[in-house]
């Protein structure tokens, strides 16, 4: 079991790369604006051009994971990192740092799939919940050391950026380093290569008592979904399908993005400065990175419904605080709102995304499935990402907010009437619940 949890926390290092890729931009935009003259239209670009790329990379992250195995597919995703971080750091001109930061957004993506991908389906059973959500907990610590980085180098004068970009590539290389330390996915062994004497090798360390049955279950689940070919869109994969987008969907119509991205904008529309900005995204991050930990030593115990029954209700009530203040224009709450809007947000839907995408679909279309919900998410972010400061302008913060609110009432309809519960059960029974044989 010590071995499996280092598996993980190996893997693990794809979402800390995928944390901090996405917000190391926030140091060094200003100093790359100045620099290379760049006017409204490419800057904007300069800072969503990872993003962009993160949406390629989960539309496309399942191909190589199935084709290639789960483990050579993170090698591949380690040398994107690596080859972002330094060629953006070193870039001439503005247009090689466009395709250096779009190679690292392509990494964040695929990383967004194959990561939870490979840890879901290393894990036992009565585990699988931590250890998925270790993934979303390095996201988020990537994160704050992406904030505590660019401090750090702020003061190094003209090329301070480029260290901010620069440094990710000593993560980069442990991470493609230690990845020689871990072996492939068993159900990927099995499934896509029939190999099941290295299926076996791995199974042993996994669950050493009950290898012979793991073993008969994934080539029961293989032969029962041979009918489908690795056909996603087949007529047996639609409930799980259905499950992935629509919980990928709420994830970004919950407004997180927008507030994370928009933190400061948010507080300065409430009227309270801008003196507020760092101590909103430190804040935020801070509260961000505490729930997530929380959640993560409680989801095997509790479950992910339930994490997301208590999350809905309190991103609903925050939300609905938040959309009043703007209403009524009395503002002395908002911090403390926004703030326990993160705490409730991290808890549920932050920790159990990842986790939950990754256990729902059958091993012969786990990569397909979990590029789909990683898409669905990433698509939506970019939607939000990119539509909320004209809402927030045409339409105000209270309506933008009731909005969100709204969607979260529907999330929690959705959790209470149609969402399964998935903790403590075998990726391979969970397959004969969830799909139509």
Wanted: glycine share 10%; no cysteine.
């Amino acid at each position: 079991m010590k071995k499996v949890f280092l598996w993980s926390v190996v893997i693990a290092l794809g979402g800390f790369l995928f944390g901090f890729d996405t917000a190391v931009i926030s140091g060094a935009e200003r100093a790359i604006q100045q620099l290379w003259h760049l006017d409204v239209f490419e800057h904007g670009l300069t800072v969503s051009i990872a993003l962009i790329g993160t949406v390629l990379g989960a539309l496309t992250g399942g191909i190589p994971s199935d084709r290639f195995g789960r483990r050579n597919t993170l090698f591949g995703i380690a040398a994107l990192y690596l080859v972002s971080s330094i060629g953006a750091a070193v870039s001439p001109s503005w247009v090689p740092f466009l395709i250096f930061r779009f190679l690292g957004g392509l990494g964040v993506g695929a990383s967004s799939v194959t990561a939870p991908l490979y840890i879901s389906e290393i894990s036992p059973a009565r585990s699988r919940g931590k250890m998925v959500a270790l993934f979303q907990f390095n996201v988020v610590f990537g994160i704050l050391i992406a904030y505590l980085s660019n401090y750090l180098f702020e003061n190094l004068g003209d090329n301070a950026w480029r260290w901010m970009l620069g440094v990710q590539a000593v993560p980069s290389l442990l991470f493609f380093l230690l990845l020689f330390r871990v072996p492939e996915s068993p159900r990927w062994l099995i499934t896509n290569r029939g190999d099941v004497a290295g299926a076996r090798a791995v199974l042993a360390v996994v669950s050493p008592d009950t290898v012979d049955q793991d073993i008969l279950a994934i080539q029961s689940a293989r032969l029962q979904s041979a009918v489908s070919s690795g056909n996603l869109w087949a007529k047996e994969n639609r409930f799980p399908v259905f499950l992935a987008i629509v919980f990928a969907f709420f994830n970004q119509v919950s407004g997180i993005n927008a507030i994370i991205y928009y933190a400061p904008r948010i507080f300065e529309m409430a009227g309270l400065g801008k003196s507020s900005s760092l101590l909103s995204t430190a804040g935020i991050g801070l509260v961000n990175f505490g729930f997530t930990l929380l959640a993560m030593n409680v989801i095997d115990r509790f479950g992910r419904r339930t994490l997301m029954l208590i999350g809905s209700f309190g991103v609903i009530a925050t939300l609905g605080l938040v959309s009043r203040a703007f209403y009524t224009q009395q503002f002395d709450g908002v911090p403390v709102f926004l703030f326990v809007y993160i705490a409730f947000f991290a808890f549920s839907q932050g920790a159990v995304i990842w986790v939950f995408i990754s256990e729902i679909f059958p091993n012969s279309v786990r990569a397909k499935g979990q590029a789909l919900g990683s898409f669905t998410h990433w698509l939506m972010a970019t939607v939000i990402a990119f539509t909320f400061p004209y809402f927030a302008e045409k339409l105000g913060g209270g309506h933008t907010f009731l909005f969100f609110a709204v969607m979260m009432f529907l999330q929690l309809l959705f959790v209470w009437k149609v969402m399964p519960e998935t903790k403590g059960t075998s990726l391979e029974q969970i397959e004969k619940t969830l799909v139509i044989h």
